[in-house]
């Protein structure tokens, strides 16, 4: 496995330093370590019982890693001004995000590399319990702050205090809730630790897409948006 991730460090450096071509987005993006979807995708790889990482699931509050530094915000992005386009292959969405910097918090079954997750998991437990109330123990935290996530990443999208607490209100709530709008099967933007680049005083980031039932964390909201545009969103099968 550490072949395979050195190699990808090396695949996009090569491209970064051959043309500068990655921060202008014309470099073909580096996805997961390893960047195969196959690989996410075999069930043996799953991080719940619910899916790969990319699905975005949220089980418990313990789930939420806090770390520090800088980082990419899409959480609330999906339709206009803060767009999530899907890409020609229907496998991935182009998001529009907000670039924060503080407190912040990972979700560890949505970690996108894999040696990392694994890495994680050995320190703060499956559910994430060992480093919940520990700010930055979480090894995840400390490949964010160094680059060292998502080859090529510029900045990793993760959520803020604000969306912790949004989240832990969906984990809790029932189909009908007040305040949650309960989506049925669809495409989404799974953009937890998602590599972006910086323009224009935004992230740029390519998220991967899941196709499933997903929560949003406002009443009576639109489940499909139209004209290739999905949410970022996540799900709680609670």
């Known amino acids: 496995m550490k072949q395979i991730q050195n190699f990808a460090f090396l695949v996009a450096l090569l491209c970064v330093a051959a043309t500068g071509a990655f921060a202008q987005g014309q470099c073909k993006p580096v996805h ?121 990443a510029e900045i990793i999208s993760d959520f803020s205090p604000q969306v912790r607490t949004s989240q832990s209100e969906a984990m809790a709530a029932h189909s009908g809730a007040s305040g949650i709008t309960q989506c049925p099967k669809a495409p989404y933007a799974g953009c937890m630790t998602a590599p972006c680049r910086i323009e224009n005083g935004y992230a740029e980031c390519s998220c991967p897409v899941f196709w499933g039932p997903f929560q949003l964390t406002q009443p009576n909201a639109e489940c499909e948006l139209g004209n290739d545009l999905i949410w970022s969103a996540s799900y709680s099968p609670n």
């Open 32 to 152: 997961f370590v390893p960047d195969s979807q196959e690989f996410w995708d075999y069930s043996k790889h799953w991080t719940t019982n619910y899916g790969p990482a990319y699905r975005d699931t949220n089980e418990a509050l313990s789930n939420f890693l806090p770390c520090t530094g800088s980082y990419a915000l899409c959480f609330n992005s999906g339709p206009e001004p803060l767009p999530c386009t899907l890409d020609k292959t229907g496998r991935f969405a182009n998001c529009k995000c907000t670039i924060e910097s503080g407190l912040q918090f990972v979700t560890i079954n949505s970690i996108l590399n894999y040696d990392v997750y694994l890495e994680t998991v050995s320190v703060c437990g499956m559910d994430g319990s060992g480093c919940a109330t520990q700010v930055d123990k979480a090894p995840v935290c400390r490949y964010i702050q160094q680059g060292k996530l998502i080859p090529g």
